[in-house]
Structures are given as structure tokens and as C-alpha cells.
């Protein structure tokens, strides 16, 4: 497992952007696939984008595809989530999660179940109207 710290997270106006990190400390962080989730109050946990260890695969909710890139840094055991155009809908805490998989389609299909090892604490993102 590794552990994972979350950051970028905060106000923004709609229509704005806002790029949150995910900085992982542990073994072997390059090969892992990483995905972000968010959870708006009184919802359920969402997924919103997954990547994979190599960053050759990458899956995108619909409510973010279109606007969102989400990446990975291994030189600097870092992943990213960017979001363009954000919207008062996108207000949320955004998490970040890790894990080891054999391949991208097992991966999503963990993910589509918030079923990954390592997660991270969260950071709180408001979009204002």
C-alpha cells in the first residue's frame, strides 16, 4: 500500500479550473493505478476519472469528460486531476485512491466499485454560482 495526501483543493468561481494533486510516499507508486472520487453532501461516492500506472489508459466519468485530464507524475510520486469549466454540480470533497491491478479493465471495473487499497484523505472543492 501507499500513502496518499491530497492537495489543491478550494474555492473557485464557475466556469473556473483547478488542478488537485495527490502526492504518494511508499514503495512502487509507479506501479499503480491511481483514481479520484468525489462526494458531494447527502451523495453517494462518485468516481470521476481513473488512471493507469503508466498513464497509457485513462477513463473519464461523463459528468468530467470533455474537461478533465487526470495524469500521473512517477518521477515526483504524484498523480493529478484537472478540471476545466467548473460547475456549482462539482462541489465536493475529491479523493484520491491507489492500487495495484493486472490490467486497465480490471482497474475500472475496481473503480466503478470504490474497490482500491490505498486512499487518501480528501480536499474539499466548492465551485460558487
Known amino acids: 500500500q501507499v500513502n496518499l495526501v491530497e492537495s489543491g483543493g478550494g474555492l473557485v468561481q464557475t466556469g473556473g479550473s483547478l488542478r488537485l494533486s495527490c502526492a504518494a510516499s511508499?514503495?512502487?507508486?509507479?506501479?499503480?493505478?491511481m483514481a479520484w472520487f468525489r462526494q458531494a453532501p447527502g451523495k453517494a461516492r462518485e468516481l470521476v476519472a481513473v488512471?493507469?500506472?503508466?498513464?497509457?489508459?485513462?477513463y473519464y466519468a461523463d459528468s468530467v469528460k470533455g474537461r478533465s485530464t487526470v495524469y500521473k507524475e512517477n518521477s515526483k510520486n504524484t498523480g493529478y486531476l484537472e478540471i476545466d469549466n467548473l460547475q456549482p454540480a462539482d462541489t465536493a470533497v475529491y479523493y484520491c485512491?491507489?492500487?495495484?491491478?493486472?490490467?486497465?479493465?480490471?482497474?475500472?471495473?475496481?473503480?466503478?466499485?470504490?474497490?482500491?487499497?490505498?486512499w487518501g484523505q480528501g480536499t474539499q472543492v466548492t465551485v460558487s454560482s
Open positions: 485512491a491507489a492500487d495495484q491491478f493486472p490490467t486497465f479493465s480490471i482497474a475500472t471495473t475496481a473503480a466503478q466499485k470504490a474497490d482500491f487499497g490505498s
Open positions: 488512471c493507469s500506472w503508466n498513464g497509457g489508459d485513462t
Open positions: 511508499g514503495r512502487d507508486f509507479i506501479t499503480y493505478t
